[in-house]
């Protein structure tokens, strides 16, 4: 069930909890598991290719999500969704969790550099 949304998709943090979960849980689901396993598979782990191809599939799920709950269905309704979480992200410890996991989904891990910058000392 949607939360009643407040004006033009603002929500509470609690109510941005609530979405997140949704998002998240319909992001782990057995059919958008496949969707961006195959997108990241066409990325082969490029961060320029994921955003090519694994950005575009996890916003169309997101998407789906979030337009139940005030936002308009199109990237803008993403980005406006993006914007409420990383406000609430610096207040609530289990927002800025979720948020985290959200977009370990789509975001290739990031691999730290090799300790003293990788240049052999002559």
Do not use: H, W
């Not at 909890?17 to 396993?37: G, I, M």
């Not at 490029?46 to 269905?73: C, H, R, W």
């Amino acid at each position: 069930m949607a939360a009643a949304p407040t004006q033009q998709g603002l929500l509470t943090a609690e109510q941005t909890k609530v979405v997140l979960a949704e998002v998240l849980k319909v992001l782990s689901s057995p059919d958008s598991e496949a969707r961006l396993q195959e997108a990241r598979e066409s990325a082969c782990n490029d961060m320029g290719k994921m955003l090519q191809f694994v950005l575009p599939v996890a916003t169309q799920i997101q998407q789906e999500v979030i337009k139940s709950y005030g936002f308009s269905n199109d990237g803008e309704g993403v980005l406006k969704f993006a914007r409420l979480v990383k406000v609430y992200e610096t207040q609530d410890p289990e927002i800025a969790a979720m948020s985290l996991k959200l977009k370990s989904l789509f975001l290739p891990p990031m691999t730290a550099p090799p300790l003293g910058g990788g240049v052999p000392s002559s």
